[in-house]
T-cell receptor
Framework: AQKVTQAQTEISVVEKEDVTLDCVYETRDTTYYLFWYKQPPSGELVFLIRRNSFDEQNEISGRYSWNFQKSTSSFNFTITASQVVDSAVYFCALSGKETSGSRLTFGEGTQLTVNP | KAGVTQTPRYLIKTRGQQVTLSCSPI?????VSWYQQTPGQGLQFLFEYFSETQRNKGNFPGRFSGRQFSNSRSEMNVSTLELGDSALYLC??????????????FGPGTRLTVL
């Protein structure tokens, strides 16, 4: 079975602080895909990034960066110089080619609050 | 390019009734997946449709069903509603070229309340 764990239920920071959201996953698939989505209060899940299991390069996009470590089954997400607009629930998700097809398995989500 | 659209955005029903939710995918996307989001269970996969066929199914009772039309639009139906069906129902579309390789893009969801 596949599992995604986001141990941090809630994080509160002050604007301009850096914050890291943790994601640990379990899968038996050799080929799998990891995702991060943002859910603002409006409810829509906004896609942020996808990472393939065979590509361990870290990625940076503006203030966002992702650290994928296969050895520890982690896919952590860092927001640098956080802003109030970053306040949302962030979900890490996993899709395993062999066992689950296109189905996404989500973590519990981390509620991030950025205070001015 | 327009995103995924879902209608209606809000629904209030009573126990025992049935409901139909609609989803229009991004133009060119052939796969549509449905998810249920509740405070207790989080985000759970319901089913996926590709080329009018159900390709994948989650662990939900038979009261939950869906279909896809030739234009890739999808509907999901919940019969004999229960209080526990109150949730945000999210639809996601993807190109569907191969299982699990395509990113899923989500719509705004339909908030269903069962009284």
């Amino acid at each position: 079975a596949q599992k995604v764990t986001q141990a941090q239920t809630e994080i509160s920071v002050v604007e301009k602080e850096d914050v890291t959201l943790d994601c640990v996953y379990e899968t038996r698939d050799t080929t799998y895909y990891l995702f991060w989505y943002k859910q603002p209060p409006s409810g829509e899940l906004v896609f942020l990034i996808r990472r393939n299991s065979f590509d361990e390069q870290n990625e940076i996009s503006g203030r966002y960066s992702w650290n994928f470590q296969k050895s520890t089954s982690s896919f952590n997400f860092t927001i640098t110089a956080s802003q109030v607009v970053d306040s949302a629930v962030y979900f890490c998700a996993l899709s395993g080619k062999e066992t689950s097809g296109s189905r996404l398995t989500f973590g519990e989500g981390t509620q991030l609050t950025v205070n001015p | 390019k327009a995103g995924v659209t879902q209608t209606p955005r809000y629904l209030i029903k009573t126990r025992g009734q049935q409901v139909t939710l609609s989803c229009s995918p991004i133009s060119g996307h052939r796969s549509v997946s449905w998810y249920q989001q509740t405070p207790g269970q989080g985000l759970q996969f319901l089913f996926e449709y590709f080329s009018e066929t159900q390709r994948n199914k989650g662990n939900f009772p038979g009261r939950f069903s869906g279909r896809q039309f030739s234009n890739s639009r999808s509907e999901m139906n919940v019969s004999t509603l229960e209080l526990g069906d109150s949730a945000l129902y999210l639809c996601a579309s993807s190109l569907g070229r191969a299982s699990s390789t395509d990113t899923q893009y989500f719509g705004p969801g339909t908030r269903l309340t069962v009284l």
